[in-house]
């Protein structure tokens, strides 16, 4: 039996023929993404806004105002309603009452018993109550764990790899990671720990696969003395090529199963690391190669030279490491 190949061998597609129109789409998302968080902001969860939430699943559709309208009639402060998965799904935010513990459990106690009565055959999956010192903690763990990721990644790729392919990687991570931002701007998907874990996924993943085609890049820079520079990194992207497709599709596959029949608890999870897969790939190619263009990476970049008798430049045939 012969094994399936999802990419034929001897590909030799012209990724950077487009590359400007690539670059220009990814600046106008990137400052896309920024407007979005900061015009709309991130819808928070209970872990960074503190608070509880209650997950509904009614039996039938329940417009969104009766609910809060029902909800807010409790006294337990200003109730956010929002839909998720279908229209019979909802998830109920309300403000930590004062009191400490035991008035938060009292609060738990008696939006669960409300909404059993008030609409008999509610499913309430789960009640989630952070306090805001806590809620606080998590946030602040959470932009750390971030922040020293990029960090570790930028060392690493500073001794692993020449400074112009360090700053691709690292863009290309900084590119992921807003795009990531501004979706979850746009769509008002739940920002929790769970995401700050996909966003961390997502690094890991970017890089990973960043790295595949600048060893590639780095082994056909001395292969190819002689080839020029955009030939040479549409070669190293096309030799890449069925090992990219091959992992991205799989895990395309798994998490786009995730997103359409998985739990909901995992739902932002699961549609961020989609994304992330997707825009960490093109990324890789869109992003991180034409970087090495704009650096001025070519054929005799890393050779050793040196100056000969009367001055003039030779270099050495050695290759470097």
């Given at each position: 039996?012969?094994?399936?190949?999802?990419?034929?061998?001897?590909?030799?597609?012209d990724?950077?023929?487009?590359?400007?129109i690539?670059t220009?789409?990814s600046?106008?998302?990137?400052?896309?993404?920024?407007?979005?968080?900061?015009?709309?902001g991130?819808?928070?969860?209970?872990?960074f806004?503190?608070?509880?939430?209650?997950?509904?699943e009614?039996?039938?559709a329940?417009?969104?105002?009766?609910?809060?309208?029902?909800?807010d009639s409790?006294?337990l402060?200003?109730?956010?309603?929002?839909?998720?998965?279908?229209?019979?799904s909802?998830a109920i935010?309300?403000?930590l009452?004062?009191?400490?513990?035991?008035a938060?459990?009292?609060?738990?106690?008696?939006?669960?018993?409300f909404?059993?009565?008030?609409?008999?055959?509610?499913?309430i999956?789960?009640?989630?109550?952070?306090?805001?010192?806590?809620?606080?903690e998590?946030?602040?763990?959470?932009?750390?764990?971030l922040?020293?990721?990029?960090?570790?990644?930028?060392?690493?790729i500073?001794i692993?790899?020449?400074?112009?392919?360090?700053?691709g990687?690292?863009f290309?991570?900084?590119h992921?990671?807003?795009?990531?931002?501004?979706?979850?701007?746009?769509?008002?998907?739940?920002?929790n720990?769970?995401?700050?874990?996909a966003?961390?996924?997502?690094?890991?993943?970017?890089?990973?696969d960043?790295?595949v085609?600048?060893?590639?890049?780095?082994?056909?820079l001395?292969?190819?003395?002689?080839m020029?520079?955009?030939?040479?990194?549409?070669?190293?992207?096309?030799?890449?090529?069925?090992?990219?497709?091959?992992?991205?599709?799989?895990?395309?596959?798994?998490?786009?199963?995730?997103?359409?029949?998985g739990?909901?608890?995992?739902?932002?999870f699961?549609?961020?690391?989609?994304?992330?897969i997707?825009?960490?790939?093109?990324s890789?190619?869109?992003?991180?190669n034409p970087?090495l263009?704009?650096?001025?990476?070519?054929?005799?970049?890393?050779?050793p030279?040196?100056?000969?008798?009367?001055?003039?430049?030779r270099?050495?045939?050695?290759?470097?490491?």
């Amino acid at each position: 039996m012969r094994p399936l190949k999802l990419v034929p061998e001897n590909t030799n597609i012209d990724f950077l023929a487009v590359r400007h129109i690539a670059t220009g789409l990814s600046v106008l998302l990137i400052i896309a993404s920024i407007a979005l968080v900061a015009i709309r902001g991130l819808n928070f969860g209970v872990d960074f806004a503190g608070g509880q939430m209650a997950r509904v699943e009614f039996q039938q559709a329940v417009p969104i105002d009766e609910i809060r309208d029902r909800i807010d009639s409790l006294g337990l402060g200003e109730s956010s309603i929002q839909q998720f998965g279908d229209e019979r799904s909802v998830a109920i935010r309300l403000p930590l009452p004062p009191g400490g513990d035991s008035a938060s459990e009292e609060a738990s106690t008696r939006i669960r018993s409300f909404i059993e009565q008030t609409w008999p055959g509610a499913h309430i999956s789960s009640v989630d109550a952070v306090s805001g010192k806590v809620s606080e903690e998590l946030f602040v763990k959470g932009a750390w764990a971030l922040a020293l990721a990029m960090g570790a990644i930028a060392i690493y790729i500073w001794i692993r790899f020449e400074w112009q392919f360090g700053v691709g990687a690292l863009f290309s991570l900084a590119h992921d990671v807003a795009l990531t931002f501004g979706f979850f701007a746009l769509t008002q998907l739940e920002f929790n720990l769970n995401t700050v874990a996909a966003i961390l996924t997502i690094i890991g993943y970017s890089l990973n696969d960043t790295i595949v085609v600048y060893d590639r890049v780095r082994e056909n820079l001395r292969k190819y003395r002689k080839m020029e520079m955009i030939p040479l990194l549409n070669l190293s992207t096309n030799e890449t090529l069925a090992r990219t497709i091959v992992t991205s599709l799989t895990l395309i596959i798994a998490l786009a199963t995730l997103v359409l029949v998985g739990p909901e608890v995992i739902f932002g999870f699961s549609a961020a690391m989609l994304l992330g897969i997707v825009i960490g790939t093109y990324s890789s190619i869109y992003i991180a190669n034409p970087i090495l263009i704009w650096t001025k990476v070519g054929t005799d970049s890393f050779v050793p030279k040196e100056r000969g008798p009367e001055g003039a430049e030779r270099v050495q045939a050695k290759e470097v490491p």
